[in-house]
């Protein structure tokens, strides 16, 4: 299981989840400390990939249910 969450390989590297960088206050770009100023959606080959920095997508919503749904 824990090689499935990490895979690196399956995951598009991003100034905005790497381990150099810094969300500025605008929250357009990011604030790197090789290369200064980027996009969010850039990288260098300096990227660093920091598992706590990347936002999960949001679960899809589960439809309307009633009591019918669930008797047998």
């Known amino acids: 299981m ?3 969450l990490l895979n690196k390989k399956e995951i598009s590297p991003s100034c905005s989840y790497c381990a150099h960088g810094k969300s500025s206050p605008d929250g357009e770009t990011v604030l790197c400390i090789k ?9 260098c ?5 920091d598992v706590l920095k990347r936002q999960p997508r949001r679960p899809t919503p589960l439809g309307e249910f009633n009591e019918d749904d669930f008797s047998l």
């Not at 080959?45 to 990939?49: D, G």
């Open 2 to 4: 824990r090689n499935k």
């Open 35 to 43: 290369k200064g100023v980027m996009e969010k959606d850039d990288f």
């Open 45 to 49: 080959k300096k990227f660093s990939y």
